[in-house]
């Protein structure tokens, strides 16, 4: 009869094709003909189903809340492969026209009997006939526990008109879904066409760890490829439940579509045919989220016609997911995390993990806490042993835990990838260079792979636990093994076999995560190899406190039967199996036998029966399995990932500020308006004032000429010229006039002409030196003839030193521990440039050398107050806060110079010292890990700037060296730097590694271009600790020195390790602890020219003249300079002018003149030629000492000695006169002087 309708109902495993339903729940049959009940008559099948959806015509849905299935109630299985929780489904079925709408099919084409099947029996192709229904449809339990489900038509299937039997849903059963509730709503599906061109209509069935939440009415496909579900289904979450907050971080919604396919006409039932998958990731909802719709990629099924895909197209399903109210609260999103564990692969596997052979499932475990001290095992299994060839590619997807799920693109997470990255940059084991072949061999031979990540909601409570157990152990057990996968119908051994199999785990092995990283301040993810041991219980209570194994307490959970790979029309993997009969009774018995077992175990032993001795041999092949990773070398690569850090890390702007509350930063310089104008207007004044002063000295000379005396004779201006260029050039003032004016030509040359790189030819140079003379000669006339004679002359200008000559007269004066005369030179390089970060470091240094800490703290905060953002400014406040025990202060500043600089080897090491010093072991481990991680970059990149260079090599960072070249060097790398300004590197006291000037400073952070460092048998370590004593050292921070040479010892000591620490024994004066460290360094390097030189001042300073005689000939003899050349001329040629071996000393003072000119050298080139009675040179030598230093008085006395040989009574008194009033001490010297006044008769004014 047309116009009715009939409800056909089933249950998960059985259909029930051609049975209605009666009022009580009895069956009826129906043949598709006659009258069908009433609605009111024929309920819905009492079915416990896990989702109720109730539809209207027009696309309308409410969701209901899913429930149990009553296979497991009824204690009756269904098919293989199936699951305890199952859905019910209802298919209505529509006779009759229908009115058309554009989702109705063309009249006259036959009306398709659609019907959703549930999953087949094993042989069939998802639909079959059934001459009855199940025995478990009538039964009363099952049927007084079913849902209540409401029916409708498929749109475009409804009644026809006047039917009167139009399904709706029942008032009555429809319920709100309950406030915990996760509701999920497809919408729609996008380009169905791309995968079947020729399907017309499908539902989508919606799937939640295992579970069926139900499935949507039948849909027709328009013909652009979409069809409009709107169907909303949902599950309930609880935090104690089986939806906990757990399941909904680490299991996703699944998404299946599914073609209805048309009846033909001789066939029995319909059949389906599933189109494609689709995975929606539910962990917004733990990130604070009510609702979001995303469009989750539809992934086609394999084994569909694939014929018209097309790679451009973008197929999806729109799905909404909501809740009524977060699932977090306030305090749980901000004090709980989000732990994800990814397992990558294992490599360097076994020879007895063959591809042949019976099936295996590789399994591995770990367990974490997530509610409290309640932990939860992560389990990763069904890894692919993959044979030997090509490598894992990067990136690759990482992939859901989903058991048998039919489309393989559907396990990809969404946004989640495996990078890689280099070795070296990795938190685990076998990160060094010498296990780098290692990993790259054992990637391309016979592995295990997973690439499945697994997640964990951890709550505030989980989070300290996690905390306090990572402290307390350190490691974190990973168990592997493997099980082998036997098929349940193949399973034929006794009860008794299988229980002992329960308790057996083959290949048990466990690997050690060094967790501790993750206690680091900002640390959110470690990554990294680690190698894989035989699990010995004894070891893994050691190391991690775990009591008994993860993987035999869950050896019983974990399925022996190999989850076969789905193919659709086959079987379904969208339930979950339900134990059979058998294997309740074997885990049973195994409990049984487990619980006889612990209770016999207290009984005194008399002697071992044969079944015990069977036990003992048995663990003792299990332990010879596990063994076999050691073996083989075996090693798991694990990225464990936290949403936030455990300990949080201070921000960079909480950071400045705290620094700025400490030392406010200077105000900013005012602006300087500069230009031509000024640079000429520069240029007068600095001419008129020289002119002034000139005319000054000319009048002191010779006194003013009236104009009304006449004009002087040729003959007495050419004396006067004379005499005047004389005095200018011994007083040292012709050179502070040229310095002076030479500062202004320089600004002409930037301003007027915009000169400020190099000339290209030697042409455009002279050509350009011409235009410039011609000019500045020009505007000197300008200058000059806007002079007015009458006004008063200028006072004559200070002598100018450089910077950077006074930072080298401050170290000689702390070499020769005069101390008041160095603090004098630091202050007048910092009187030059108040602004300079540079000069407040160098005296703070030297005042940490006098161990006066306030003082230098003061120095190094005035150089952080101008520069907050300066490094090294901000780890010596760390180390004067140290040494002043502020350490709350000190942490600061090396947490902010961290950040400032994270490449910086030295910050990060200085840091990890200090965190030792406090007993911080995490965090000092973790900054001296990345301090090497650091060092390896920097050494990696010279490296390949040294093979860009054609293999010139770049000079070690432990040999600081000095670019100048010695006496007999030769440098084929270049020409030597033979400039003044160009200062050694390092220097000791009397042999330490002194600051160098501003530009040099950062010598211990890279190394210059030079000679190769090869200085004999061995080549110089480089480690952090040696990075960071060599940066130490240079400014005096003896504390942080012994630290780090305390660390490089346990690493081994080498020569530069024994060089530090003799040049810290130097320092106290402790000679014969210097001397056995320096005999140390030389039995490993015999041929280091510093600890030659070292040496050297070593027998200086115990007034051993002949052996620092033989140190130092040595020390300049090698092709490399050592250190501190400067101190090494100076020291010798004193023992030359003692030997009086005059000739040498003064070529010895003459080769440090050229490298770094001091008062001190060119006062030896001086006295070696006063001693040759090599007057006239002797003069010029004291004259440039006394142009750079007009206050030794050595240097006034052999002036005076020259002038007395040269009979010039008033300079010979003058040049006394300041010898004496500047305190000349060497007795022997004023002596002499004394003696040759006497024999000449004068020089002395008490005469």
């Known amino acids: 009869m047309r116009g009715q309708v009939g409800a056909v109902g089933w249950g998960r495993g059985a259909e029930h094709h051609g049975w209605g339903w009666g009022r009580w729940g009895q069956a009826w049959p129906y043949t598709g003909g006659g009258h069908s009940p009433p609605l009111s008559h024929a309920p819905c099948p009492p079915h416990r189903g896990l989702a109720r959806a109730a539809h209207t015509q027009h696309g309308g849905h409410d969701g209901f809340k899913g429930t149990r299935s009553p296979a497991r109630d009824a204690g009756l299985s269904s098919h293989q492969g199936s699951r305890a929780r199952e859905s019910g489904r209802v298919a209505v079925v529509t006779r009759g026209a229908a009115p058309r709408s554009p989702s109705h099919p063309p009249p006259g084409s036959p009306r398709p009997r659609v019907r959703v099947p549930p999953p087949p029996l094993p042989g069939s192709r998802w639909g079959f006939p059934l001459s009855a229904p199940p025995s478990f449809l009538t039964a009363p339990r099952a049927a007084a526990s079913f849902s209540r489900r409401a029916m409708e038509a498929p749109e475009g299937l409804s009644a026809r008109k006047g039917s009167g039997l139009v399904p709706q849903a029942v008032p009555s059963e429809s319920q709100p879904p309950s406030a915990n509730a996760v509701q999920i709503t497809v919408v729609k599906a996008q380009d169905l066409k791309s995968i079947r061109s020729d399907t017309s209509f499908?539902?989508?069935?919606?799937?939640?760890?295992?579970?069926?939440?139900?499935?949507?009415?039948?849909?027709?496909?328009?013909?652009?490829?979409?069809?409009?579900?709107?169907?909303?289904?949902?599950?309930?979450?609880?935090?104690?439940?089986?939806?906990?907050?757990?399941?909904?971080?680490?299991?996703?919604?699944?998404?299946?579509?599914?073609?209805?396919?048309?009846?033909?006409?001789?066939?029995?039932?319909?059949?389906?045919?599933?189109?494609?998958?689709?995975?929606?990731?539910?962990?917004?909802?733990?990130?604070?989220?009510?609702?979001?719709?995303?469009?989750?990629?539809?992934?086609?099924?394999?084994?569909?016609?694939?014929?018209?895909?097309?790679?451009?197209?973008?197929?999806?399903?729109?799905?909404?997911v909501r809740t009524e109210k977060p699932l977090l609260s306030a305090s749980q999103l901000s004090n709980g995390n989000l732990l994800s564990v990814t397992l990558e692969a294992a490599y360097s596997v076994p020879d007895a993990f063959v591809p042949t052979g019976p099936p295996q499932n590789y399994v591995a475990c770990l367990q974490v806490p997530a509610a409290g001290e309640k932990e939860v095992p992560l389990l990763f299994k069904n890894g692919i042993l993959k044979p030997a060839g090509e490598k894992e590619s990067l990136p690759r997807p990482k992939k859901w835990s989903l058991a048998n799920i039919m489309a393989p693109g559907a396990l990809n997470i969404p946004n989640s990838f495996i990078f890689g990255g280099p070795y070296e940059d990795e938190d685990g084991e076998l990160n060094k260079t010498e296990d780098r072949e290692f990993r790259i061999q054992a990637e391309s031979m016979k592995r295990i792979v997973w690439d499945m990540e697994r997640r964990c909601y951890l709550d505030p409570a989980a989070v300290l636990v996690l905390q306090k157990r990572i402290a307390e152990c350190r490691y974190w057990p990973v168990e592997v093994c493997r099980m082998p996968a036997v098929s349940s119908s193949k399973g034929k051994s006794s009860k008794a076999d299988k229980g002992d199999e329960d308790r057996q785990i083959f290949f048990h092995g466990v690997a050690y995560v060094n967790m501790v990283p993750l206690l680091c301040p900002g640390v959110k993810r470690i990554r990294g190899a680690f190698r894989v041991f035989a699990y010995q219980d004894g070891e893994v209570l050691e190391k991690t406190k775990k009591q008994q194994s993860i993987l035999r307490d869950l050896r019983p959970q974990v399925s022996l039967t190999k989850e076969r790979p789905c193919t659709p029309g086959i079987s379904s993997p969208l339930s979950r199996a339900v134990p059979s009969k058998a294997q309740r009774e074997e885990k049973e018995k195994s409990t049984r036998e487990k619980e006889f077992n612990r209770r016999t175990s207290y009984a005194p032993k008399i002697q071992l029966s044969d079944a015990a001795l069977e036990g003992e041999n048995t663990e003792k092949s299990l332990s010879l399995d596990g063994q076999q990773y050691a073996e083989a070398g075996t090693f798991l690569v694990v990225e464990i990932k936290l949403d936030k850090a455990l300990v949080p890390k201070r921000l960079r702007e909480e950071l400045t500020k705290r620094v700025k509350e400490m030392?406010?930063?200077?105000?900013?310089?005012?602006?300087?308006?500069?230009?031509?104008?000024?640079?000429?207007?520069?240029?007068?004044?600095?001419?008129?004032?020289?002119?002034?002063?000139?005319?000054?000295?000319?009048?002191?000379?010779?006194?003013?000429?009236?104009?009304?005396?006449?004009?002087?004779?040729?003959?007495?201006?050419?004396?006067?010229?004379?005499?005047l260029n004389f005095e200018l050039n011994s007083s040292g003032k012709y050179f502070a006039f040229k310095e002076q004016l030479k500062y202004a030509v320089v600004k002409i040359v930037r301003e007027k002409y915009l000169k400020t790189t190099a000339f290209e030819t030697q042409e455009q140079f002279q050509a350009f030196l011409s235009e410039l003379y011609v000019y500045l000669v020009d505007q000197m006339h300008v200058a000059l003839n806007q002079l007015v004679h009458e006004e008063a002359a200028s006072p004559v200008p200070l002598t100018r030193v450089t910077a950077e000559q006074l930072w080298l007269f401050a170290h000689e004066a702390e070499v020769n521990k005069d101390y008041k005369l160095a603090a004098l030179y630091h202050q007048q390089r910092i009187a030059q440039d108040k602004h300079n970060t540079q000069y407040w470091l160098d005296y703070g240094a030297f005042c940490l050398l006098l161990e006066d800490t306030t003082k230098a703290q003061e120095c190094f905060r005035e150089a952080l107050s101008l520069d907050p953002r300066h490094v090294r400014s901000l780890l010596f406040c760390g180390i004067a806060a140290v040494v002043l025990q502020h350490y709350e202060e000190a942490e600061i500043f090396f947490e902010d110079a961290c950040c400032l600089e994270p490449s910086s080897v030295v910050a990060w090491t200085l840091s990890g010292l200090f965190y030792e010093l406090q007993n911080n072991n995490i965090q000092a481990e973790m900054a001296f890990r990345e301090a090497k991680k650091q060092l390896q970059a920097q050494l990696a990149k010279e490296r390949s700037i040294s093979e860009g260079k054609g293999g010139k090599k770049q000079i070690s960072a432990a040999y600081v060296r000095s670019t100048s070249p010695g006496p007999e060097q030769l440098l084929p790398e270049g020409p030597p730097d033979g400039s003044a300004s160009r200062l050694p590197e390092a220097a000791e006291e009397p042999a330490l590694a002194c600051p160098a000037p501003e530009e040099e400073a950062l010598a211990s952070e890279a190394a210059p271009e030079g000679p190769p460092p090869i200085s004999g048998l061995s080549q110089p370590s480089c480690t952090i600790f040696m990075k960071a004593v060599e940066f130490l050292m240079k400014f005096n921070a003896i504390q942080f020195v012994h630290m780090a040479l305390a660390h490089e010892l346990l690493a081994g000591p080498s020569c530069a390790y024994y060089l530090a620490l003799a040049r810290t024994y130097l320092l106290k004066e402790e000679f014969s602890k210097?001397?056995?460290?320096?005999?140390?360094?030389?039995?490993?390097?015999?041929?280091?020219?510093?600890?030659?030189?070292?040496?050297?001042?070593?027998?200086?300073?115990?007034?051993?003249?002949?052996?620092?005689?033989?140190?130092?000939?040595?020390?300049?003899?090698?092709?490399?300079?050592?250190?501190?050349?400067?101190?090494?001329?100076?020291?010798?040629?004193?023992?030359?002018?003692?030997?009086?071996?005059?000739?040498?000393?003064?070529?010895?003072?003459?080769?440090?003149?050229?490298?770094?000119?001091?008062?001190?050298?060119?006062?030896?080139?001086?006295?070696?030629?006063?001693?040759?009675?090599?007057?006239?040179?002797?003069?010029?030598?004291?004259?440039?000492?006394?142009?750079?230093?007009?206050?030794?008085a050595e240097v006034w006395a052999y002036l005076a000695l020259i002038c007395l040989h040269g009979g010039r009574q008033l300079e010979a008194e003058q040049c006394y006169k300041y010898a004496v009033k500047l305190g000349l001490r060497p007795a022997a010297l004023l002596q002499e002087l004394r003696a040759a006044q006497q024999r000449f008769g004068f020089g002395n004014p008490a005469f």
């Open 663 to 723: 030392i406010p930063p200077r105000p900013p310089l005012p602006p300087r308006t500069e230009g031509a104008k000024k640079a000429v207007e520069d240029y007068h004044n600095h001419v008129t004032s020289i002119a002034v002063a000139i005319l000054s000295e000319y009048h002191d000379l010779f006194g003013k000429q009236l104009p009304d005396q006449g004009a002087i004779d040729h003959q007495t201006l050419e004396e006067q010229k004379r005499v």
């Open 1074 to 1192: 210097c001397e056995e460290c320096l005999c140390e360094a030389a039995r490993i390097d015999f041929m280091n020219p510093d600890v030659w030189a070292l040496k050297g001042h070593l027998c200086y300073l115990k007034r051993d003249l002949a052996g620092a005689k033989e140190c130092y000939e040595r020390t300049i003899s090698f092709v490399v300079d050592a250190a501190d050349m400067h101190f090494v001329y100076l020291r010798l040629g004193s023992v030359y002018l003692e030997e009086k071996e005059y000739g040498k000393a003064k070529q010895t003072y003459l080769q440090a003149c050229k490298n770094s000119a001091s008062c001190l050298t060119w006062l030896g080139v001086g006295i070696a030629c006063y001693r040759l009675e090599e007057m006239g040179e002797a003069e010029d030598a004291l004259s440039e000492a006394n142009a750079l230093n007009n206050s030794n």
């Open 202 to 320: 499908t539902l989508v069935r919606v799937e939640y760890d295992g579970v069926i939440l139900g499935d949507s009415s039948t849909i027709q496909v328009l013909p652009n490829g979409t069809a409009n579900y709107n169907f909303t289904t949902s599950f309930d979450y609880s935090p104690d439940g089986p939806n906990s907050l757990v399941d909904i971080a680490q299991k996703p919604v699944l998404l299946t579509v599914i073609e209805a396919l048309q009846k033909q006409k001789k066939q029995k039932e319909e059949k389906v045919m599933p189109l494609g998958q689709a995975v929606v990731d539910l962990l917004l909802l733990l990130q604070g989220q009510c609702s979001f719709t995303v469009l989750a990629p539809l992934y086609a099924v394999p084994t569909s016609p694939s014929e018209s895909l097309h790679p451009e197209a973008k197929r999806g399903l729109e799905v909404t």
